[in-house]
Each structure stands twice: as structure tokens, then as C-alpha cells.
């Protein structure tokens, strides 16, 4: 499992995130890291996108990730959560999921966690503020409001708009598509809006945060804006996201983030909550 002073890393999922942080990790840009494993639905491409790594490494199971990988990074379609995850719970690894929106029906894998010793740890992704929220949430928050605009290119195909016939490849102006809490968001926009669990889970949990999603043919960024209210502070951020080139439902900071959550496991100082 490496020495004190290097942990293995699992990538549960290479598309665009997990090729990343891979090639950071195959590049030697994260010192005391060292890649181990990928694994992905359709291994043989997953091999050939590891052509011109300096040491390309098994692909293997997503079960698998565990058993070779101290830190197992998930970034891989929500069906398939809880396959990488509660092997990486149970071995007592350190579980780092992107879908964090999929812990809310997997709950029960803090408590494990508690027992076996693992970490679920979740990266920032492409929001700000969690520190403040965190912060925050160590007195007494009243309120935590989202508002996400996004191209609506980025939006299209998103259950929620299916289910409810909502068209936005047409627009001439902004368009509200939803309108409630992080919990059924997340439901809706299991693509689109991991950050808002990632802020509900921080601060207030996903029944009191609210957040709104617009399709906004006015933009070219993913833009989230914050607001807190709380007994220690009152802010307001907002956030513009360059998409990812591979897929404009997701930012181009997402698999930064994660390369940073990453480092923070083995720097020797860590900045930050």
C-alpha cells in the first residue's frame, strides 16, 4: 500500500476528471502520490488513453480500487457509486467522491467509515466558500441560498427537465428550471449540481439549503452565486466556470480541485479549514 510517505491513488472512473488528475499523478506533479489504478467501463479504451503515460497501471474493477490504492478518487456515472465506494469504506481507505450528491442516499457509509476508519473526503470542486460555510456552521446558520446559471447546453437531457418537458436548446432568455432545495436538485441535475450538496453538506444539510437552476443562453461560464446568512457573518460570492472541453456539464476547475484536495493529504502545510 506505499510507504509513510507516499500513498497510492485508484481513480474510479476515466473520462475527463480522472484522465486529469491521472496524468498529474503519472507526471509526478503530486509528490508522496503515486498513481496505482484506473478503472472504467470499457477497459481497453482506458488502457489506450494510459499509451503515453510514463508507468501505465492495471485497470481494474471498480471494487478492485481498494485493494491496491490507499486514496480512491470516485468520478465515475451515479449508478455505480456505491460499488467503488463502500469497498474503499470497508478496507478503510481514504474514499474522495466527485458525485458527492450520491452520499445522500448512501448515508450509511459515514457510519461505517466511523468503524472501519476511512475518511470520506470531498473535494471543493467548481465552487467557493465552503471554509466560510464550514466556519460558519460551527455557530448558528439561518439561511444558505444558491443560484446556478448555466448554458443551456450544459442542462440538456438533465432528468428533471425531461420528466417535466422543459425545452431550453431554443432560448432567447434566461429560463428558471428549478427551484428548491439541494436534495431534490441533486435528484433533478445529478450532473449539473453535485456543488450544491457539497455546500449543503458543509453548512445547513440539503433540506435547508435551497438553491435555484437557470438556463441562461447569456452565458458562456457555469456560474454558481452563494449567500449566507448567519450569527457570525453575511456573505455573498459567485463563482465563474470555465466548462470542461470533454464535457460542458461539468468545470474545468473540478479536476483541479480534486488534484488539490489531493496534495492536501500530503503536504506538509495545508492552507484552508
Known amino acids: 500500500m506505499g510507504t509513510?510517505?507516499?500513498?497510492?491513488?485508484?481513480?474510479?472512473?476515466f473520462g475527463a476528471i480522472g484522465m486529469a488528475v491521472g496524468r498529474a499523478l503519472d507526471a509526478g506533479e503530486l509528490p508522496g502520490l503515486q498513481l496505482?489504478?484506473?478503472?472504467?467501463?470499457d477497459k481497453v479504451a482506458a488502457a489506450e488513453r494510459m499509451v503515453d503515460y510514463k508507468l501505465p497501471v492495471p485497470v481494474t474493477g471498480l471494487a478492485e480500487l481498494s485493494e491496491h490504492a490507499d486514496v480512491v478518487i470516485e468520478c465515475?456515472?451515479?449508478?455505480?457509486?456505491?460499488d467503488v465506494a463502500e469497498a474503499a469504506v470497508e478496507q478503510g481507505r481514504i474514499f474522495m467522491p466527485l458525485s458527492?450528491?450520491?452520499?445522500?442516499?448512501h448515508m450509511d457509509l459515514i457510519e461505517r467509515a466511523q468503524a472501519t476508519g476511512a475518511r470520506i473526503v470531498v473535494p471543493t470542486g467548481a465552487l467557493l466558500g465552503l471554509d466560510a460555510v464550514r466556519g460558519a456552521a460551527e455557530g448558528e446558520i439561518e439561511s444558505v441560498t444558491m443560484v446556478t446559471r448555466k448554458p443551456p447546453g450544459g442542462l440538456e437531457g438533465a432528468p428533471h427537465l425531461v420528466e417535466n418537458d422543459i425545452e431550453v436548446s431554443n432560448l432567447a432568455e434566461p429560463l428558471m428550471v428549478f427551484d428548491g432545495t439541494a436534495r431534490a436538485a441533486v435528484k433533478g441535475f445529478p450532473a449539473n449540481v453535485n456543488v450544491a450538496v457539497a455546500l449543503s453538506l458543509a453548512g445547513i444539510g440539503p433540506d435547508r439549503t435551497t438553491i435555484q437552476v437557470w438556463a441562461d443562453p447569456g452565458v458562456t461560464r457555469n456560474t454558481h452565486t452563494i449567500k449566507v446568512e448567519a450569527d457570525s457573518v453575511r456573505f455573498e460570492m459567485?463563482?465563474?466556470?470555465?466548462?470542461?472541453?470533454e464535457n460542458p456539464r461539468t468545470g474545468a476547475l473540478t479536476p483541479l480541485s480534486t488534484i488539490a484536495a489531493l496534495?492536501?493529504?500530503?503536504?506538509?502545510?495545508?492552507?484552508?479549514?
Not at 509513510?4 to 472512473?13: A, F, L
Not at 458527492?100 to 442516499?105: A, E, F, N, S, T
Not at 459567485?238 to 472541453?245: D, H
Not at 496534495?263 to 479549514?273: F, I, M
Open 76 to 82: 465515475a456515472p451515479g449508478a455505480v457509486f456505491r
Open 36 to 41: 496505482a489504478c484506473v478503472s472504467a467501463n
Open 263 to 273: 496534495r492536501g493529504l500530503v503536504q506538509p502545510l495545508k492552507v484552508g479549514t
Open 100 to 105: 458527492c450528491g450520491q452520499l445522500l442516499d
Open 4 to 13: 509513510d510517505r507516499e500513498k497510492r491513488v485508484g481513480i474510479g472512473g
Open 238 to 245: 459567485t463563482i465563474e466556470n470555465v466548462p470542461s472541453l
